[in-house]
């Protein structure tokens, strides 16, 4: 499996990391953080040299009940930071996580060579097109409703069945608008509980089926710091636990706060599925 980022052939044959940059003043772990050039700098610096293959601009928290954000302050928020980040570091591979075509086309204007979609089209009937218009790869999330609602959705017969009709149907048509590189991202915490999010991961090598790579985001997540009783803050150790047992059913992007971490399970894994598996 391949990526073709603005003439650049990522492989995926061993998984990749992919560091969460999140420009929002109340994103669920680092809201905040990254409000100036010198931490933002630092921080993308950090995540480069720690071993990430992309990184994922956020300027609209996607957490449960998150504040709507106009267009123009998404716009506003993400800008100057993509053209800070390409001016410092030029061979940066920056994804945009936005649900809005017209954020998602000028971002790619300004440098960005991959598109984040939590609804996979579903809040812009615009994305799909401009996202083949932009000729950039294209990640898919499973999510039922908004940021705002989304969890007053999670409701299901069976899950796993349900999301393979969603991304089936999703991919037909991401293809009929000739969109050529897709990613999967099963969605941990969107639209679902607790317990569904544990069902999706134990069949998570279900997914595979779909010939597609699949993303996995579960980054100090509440599925994680709830059932620990802890917080956020407390939830590398989790995380790391969580993302090696993606690995292990076939993630090959693994979309982090803590990059090094990441990259470390990454080495551990392919080193044991190489030698004695």
């Known amino acids: 499996m391949t990526l073709n980022c603005n003439g650049k052939l990522i492989d995926l044959e061993i998984p990749r990391v992919m560091g969460i940059l999140n420009c929002t003043p109340d994103s669920f772990y680092d809201g905040?953080?990254?409000?100036?050039?010198?931490?933002?700098?630092?921080?993308?610096?950090k995540m480069l040299i720690?071993?990430?293959?992309?990184?994922?601009?956020?300027?609209?928290?996607?957490?449960?009940?998150?504040?709507?954000?106009?267009?123009?302050?998404?716009?506003?928020r993400i800008l100057p930071v993509i053209d800070l980040i390409l001016k410092k570091f030029p061979e940066t591979l920056l994804s945009i996580d936005?649900?809005?075509?017209?954020?998602?086309?000028?971002?790619?204007?300004?440098?960005?060579?991959i598109i984040n979609d939590i609804s996979a089209g579903s809040l812009d009937n615009l994305m799909m097109q401009t996202?083949?218009?932009?000729?950039?790869?294209?990640?898919?999330?499973?999510?039922?409703?908004?940021?705002?609602?989304?969890?007053?959705?999670?409701?299901y017969e069976n899950i796993v069945k349900e999301m393979f009709f969603y991304f089936s149907e999703k991919i037909s048509q991401a293809h009929s608008y000739g969109i050529d590189d897709l990613i999967i991202d099963p969605g941990f915490g969107f639209a679902k509980t607790i317990d569904h999010?544990?069902?999706?991961?134990?069949?998570?090598e279900l997914f595979q089926r779909l010939d597609l790579p699949i993303l996995v985001g579960i980054s100090r997540k509440s599925?994680?710091?709830?059932?620990?009783?802890?917080?956020?803050?407390?939830?590398?150790?989790?995380?790391?636990?969580?993302?090696t047992i993606a690995l292990q059913k076939g993630a090959k992007i693994l979309r982090v706060h803590d990059v090094k971490e990441a990259v470390e399970c990454i080495k551990l894994n392919e080193y044991l599925v190489k030698n004695y598996i």
């Open 197 to 204: 999010n544990y069902e999706v991961m134990q069949k998570l």
């Open 223 to 243: 599925m994680i710091y709830k059932l620990l009783e802890t917080n956020a803050q407390s939830s590398l150790n989790g995380t790391t636990y969580l993302n």
């Open 131 to 155: 996202v083949a218009n932009l000729r950039v790869p294209y990640i898919m999330m499973h999510m039922k409703g908004s940021p705002q609602n989304m969890q007053s959705f999670a409701n």
């Open 32 to 45: 905040g953080f990254y409000k100036d050039e010198n931490s933002i700098l630092n921080q993308v610096e």
């Open 50 to 76: 720690d071993g990430a293959t992309f990184i994922d601009v956020g300027a609209y928290s996607s957490k449960p009940n998150a504040a709507f954000v106009e267009e123009d302050e998404e716009l506003s």
């Open 98 to 113: 936005t649900f809005r075509s017209q954020v998602a086309k000028k971002c790619v204007e300004n440098g960005a060579v």
